[in-house]
């Protein structure tokens, strides 16, 4: 069955640090991978997206990701950190000919001002 | 444009009662998601619909759990008997197009199993 990664639970860092979560997966096949954040209070929306084409993919506010496929991984990453940057981060797959969906245990990101 | 609406945002039942949720999607999106989501663990997928059609329910356990989305718009979970194991945060998602599409969330309903 299909798994996803997401090593780092509980991530602290001041402002203007850079950033790097991880995130893994273990399907072989043809990916689609997925980033969503929670922000305090609201609900999961969409951070950015990997289909096919350039790996390297750019999201809302700041934030890339980058797809390795020899590495099984799509990690997401932003040089520079805000205080509004505090949220839980998921990553999400989705793999299969019924393109179903694993979502990561998720990493909270909190950010010291 | 309204998002996802679920109803309702908390609900603190006895086991062994029976409890629904109600989920109304964004508008025009024909795939609908429902999700599990315990504590510190990311959002599990319970039951996925294409219009009316549940198209992947592996994951619901179906002794206690069904679901129903009459006309492909809205959809209704229900759990009957709960059990104290089903205190979670139930999430529902609409995609305006089958996976993958990015999917939008509602507030989703805490379930406290007393």
């Known amino acids: 069955a299909q798994s996803v990664s997401q090593h780092n639970h509980h991530v602290i860092l001041s402002e203007a640090a850079s950033l790097e979560l991880g995130c893994n997966y273990s399907y072989g096949g043809t990916v689609n991978l997925f980033w969503y954040v929670q922000y305090p209070g609201q609900h999961l929306q969409l951070l950015l997206k990997?289909?096919?084409?350039?790996?390297l993919v750019k999201g809302i506010k700041g934030f890339e990701a980058e797809f390795i496929k020899s590495k099984f991984s799509f990690n997401l990453r932003k040089p520079s950190v805000q205080w509004s940057d505090t949220a839980e981060y998921f990553c999400?797959?989705?793999?299969?000919?019924?393109?179903?969906?694993?979502f990561g245990t998720g990493t909270k990101l909190q950010v010291i001002p | 444009e309204a998002g996802v609406v679920q109803s309702p945002r908390y609900k603190i039942i006895e086991k062994k009662q029976p409890v629904a949720f109600w989920c109304n999607p964004i508008s025009g999106h024909n795939t609908l998601y429902w999700y599990l989501q315990n504590l510190g663990q990311g959002p599990e997928l319970l039951i996925r619909y294409e219009n009316e059609e549940a198209v992947d329910d592996s994951q619901l356990p179906k002794d206690r759990f069904s679901a129903e989305r009459l006309k492909g718009v809205d959809s209704t979970l229900k759990i009957q008997p709960a059990e104290l194991g089903d205190s979670a945060v139930y999430l529902c998602?609409?995609?305006?197009?089958?996976?993958?599409?990015?999917?939008?969330f509602g507030p989703g309903t805490r379930l406290t199993v007393l």
């Open positions: 998602a609409s995609s305006s197009r089958a996976p993958p599409d990015t999917q939008y």
């Open positions: 999400a797959v989705h793999s299969g000919g019924y393109q179903k969906v694993t």
């Open positions: 990997y289909f096919s084409g350039d790996p």
